[in-house]
């Protein structure tokens, strides 16, 4: 009888507990329009969202809870290439010695805000040791952030072994990278050569794949970026001097291609006088940058010939470019030609695929992440709407949510 009570209590208590649940899960957002991130649009239709995730797509006439009628709703926008920590310090110089670790997390954590509210509920940092901390702080989900991978320190001395390297990404697995990070070749500020062999490149790109880990592999020069392919790496970043063999030779072997065209020089040149003078950023690497954008327009629009290549979205924003990580895809419609749905699937369902989650983000689907973003204007017509970002919902959770005008 006193077991019987109890069982009886505890059966109450847990039909409390799901009235509690289903009163949580009563949020619902209407879109005026919906671009699902697959490349599919719908009008006037209403998101239920279930907790951290998404539930029905419907019709239904119902009061939502968020009325975004007048605005276009796609997924939370993915930078699969960003450096999370890179900043400007109190000096205002790209290089900021002699800060304490409080004040350089302080910073990431506000590169992290600054993307979140720029619509971007997922990037890829590639990558620094000091990002796991900002990581699993943001997981923990009391500091506001994008989700965060991170590809901990790269593999980028060519004297390094075979074995070294395989070490190399042992190491930075077991330190919890998300992800692995190679330099195939020098920075596009000293010519972009090839620095590891093809001998080099299959040690980390076949080690990360025995242990399950993506890699991404920085590369300028074609054969750079021939080796990193025929090594089965998961993406080549750059790929500023690939010609017409390079972009099939990814397509075939169904490596993702991560060009940038439209924030990462430009915001160099812009903030030329804060990292002038420091390493390779001499008037020579400047004017390699300077020359760099029309070639990485002309290469991009060569690579969308390839229609079977998979484009996705990384802008390597590094110090003033976080925030503005929408530029890129902008100038990839608005200079390279590429239609605007693609483009936004770039930073949306391909990344997703790209950084191996596309079963829990990159869609507007049933049962993925609540990860959604309204923004005023139909980019699908004007682009440039993905930089007026009014509403962001992550993982269930509204971070951002304002008037038109008001971003
Ligand atoms: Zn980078």
């Given at each position: 009888?006193?077991?019987?009570?109890?069982l009886?209590?505890l059966?109450?208590?847990?039909?409390?507990?799901m009235?509690?649940?289903?009163?949580?899960?009563?949020?619902?957002?209407?879109?005026?329009?919906?671009?699902?991130?697959?490349?599919?649009?719908?009008?006037?239709?209403?998101?239920?969202?279930?907790g951290?995730?998404?539930?029905?797509?419907?019709?239904?006439?119902?009061?939502?809870?968020?009325?975004?009628?007048?605005?276009t709703?796609?997924?939370?926008?993915?930078?699969?290439?960003?450096?999370?920590g890179?900043?400007?310090?109190?000096?205002g110089?790209?290089?900021?010695?002699?800060?304490?670790?409080?004040?350089?997390?302080?910073?990431?954590?506000?590169?992290?805000?600054?993307?979140?509210?720029?619509?971007?509920?997922t990037?890829?940092?590639?990558?620094?040791?000091?990002?796991?901390?900002?990581?699993?702080?943001?997981?923990?989900?009391?500091?506001?952030?994008?989700?965060?991978?991170?590809?901990?320190?790269?593999?980028r001395?060519?004297?390094?072994?075979?074995?070294?390297?395989?070490?190399?990404?042992?190491?930075?697995?077991?330190?919890?990278?998300?992800?692995?990070?190679?330099?195939?070749?020098?920075?596009?500020?000293?010519?972009?050569?090839?620095?590891?062999?093809?001998?080099?490149?299959l040690a980390?790109?076949?080690?990360?794949?025995?242990?399950?880990?993506?890699?991404?592999?920085?590369?300028?020069?074609?054969?750079?970026?021939?080796?990193?392919?025929?090594?089965?790496?998961?993406t080549?970043?750059?790929?500023?001097?690939?010609?017409?063999?390079?972009?099939?030779?990814?397509?075939?072997?169904?490596?993702?291609?991560?060009?940038?065209?439209?924030?990462?020089l430009?915001?160099?040149?812009?903030?030329?006088?804060?990292y002038?003078?420091?390493?390779?950023?001499?008037?020579?690497?400047?004017?390699?940058?300077?020359?760099g954008?029309?070639?990485?327009?002309?290469?991009?629009?060569?690579?969308?010939?390839?229609?079977?290549?998979?484009?996705?979205?990384?802008?390597?924003?590094?110090?003033g470019?976080?925030?503005?990580?929408?530029?890129?895809?902008?100038?990839?419609?608005?200079?390279?030609?590429?239609?605007?749905?693609?483009?936004?699937?770039?930073?949306?369902?391909?990344n997703?695929?790209?950084i191996?989650?596309?079963?829990?983000?990159?869609?507007?689907?049933?049962?993925?992440?609540?990860?959604?973003?309204?923004?005023?204007?139909?980019?699908?017509?004007?682009?440039?709407?993905?930089?007026?970002?009014?509403?962001?919902?992550?993982?269930?959770?509204?971070?951002?949510?304002?008037a038109?005008?008001?971003?």
């Amino acid at each position: 009888m006193h077991i019987r009570t109890k069982l009886a209590s505890l059966a109450v208590a847990a039909l409390i507990g799901m009235t509690a649940v289903a009163t949580a899960q009563q949020v619902t957002i209407r879109a005026g329009t919906l671009i699902d991130g697959r490349g599919g649009v719908q009008r006037n239709v209403v998101v239920a969202i279930d907790g951290a995730r998404i539930g029905r797509i419907g019709n239904q006439d119902a009061r939502a809870t968020y009325d975004l009628s007048q605005l276009t709703v796609l997924p939370g926008l993915i930078d699969a290439h960003v450096h999370i920590g890179a900043h400007f310090g109190k000096n205002g110089r790209s290089v900021t010695q002699g800060e304490t670790p409080a004040e350089q997390a302080l910073y990431a954590a506000e590169n992290a805000y600054s993307m979140l509210i720029a619509g971007f509920t997922t990037v890829q940092s590639i990558g620094a040791a000091s990002d796991v901390p900002l990581r699993d702080a943001i997981a923990r989900g009391k500091i506001p952030g994008p989700r965060l991978l991170t590809a901990l320190s790269p593999v980028r001395d060519p004297s390094m072994t075979p074995d070294q390297i395989r070490q190399h990404v042992r190491r930075a697995v077991a330190a919890s990278a998300d992800v692995i990070k190679l330099f195939a070749s020098k920075s596009i500020r000293e010519g972009g050569g090839q620095t590891l062999t093809e001998e080099q490149v299959l040690a980390g790109c076949s080690e990360a794949k025995i242990l399950g880990k993506r890699v991404w592999v920085h590369a300028h020069a074609a054969s750079a970026v021939r080796a990193s392919a025929l090594a089965g790496c998961t993406t080549v970043t750059h790929g500023s001097q690939i010609t017409d063999a390079e972009a099939e030779l990814m397509a075939e072997r169904g490596i993702f291609f991560e060009p940038q065209t439209g924030l990462l020089l430009q915001n160099y040149l812009e903030n030329k006088a804060r990292y002038l003078g420091e390493g390779n950023y001499d008037e020579a690497g400047f004017k390699f940058m300077e020359d760099g954008i029309a070639l990485n327009d002309a290469m991009f629009k060569m690579a969308l010939r390839h229609k079977r290549l998979k484009i996705n979205m990384g802008t390597d924003a590094v110090a003033g470019a976080h925030g503005q990580n929408a530029r890129e895809i902008i100038h990839r419609v608005q200079k390279g030609g590429q239609p605007a749905m693609d483009a936004i699937m770039s930073a949306t369902s391909i990344n997703a695929d790209a950084i191996g989650l596309k079963d829990r983000i990159g869609s507007l689907a049933p049962g993925l992440e609540a990860d959604l973003i309204a923004v005023d204007g139909d980019p699908l017509t004007d682009i440039t709407a993905l930089l007026r970002v009014v509403f962001v919902m992550k993982g269930g959770k509204v971070h951002r949510n304002v008037a038109p005008g008001q971003q």
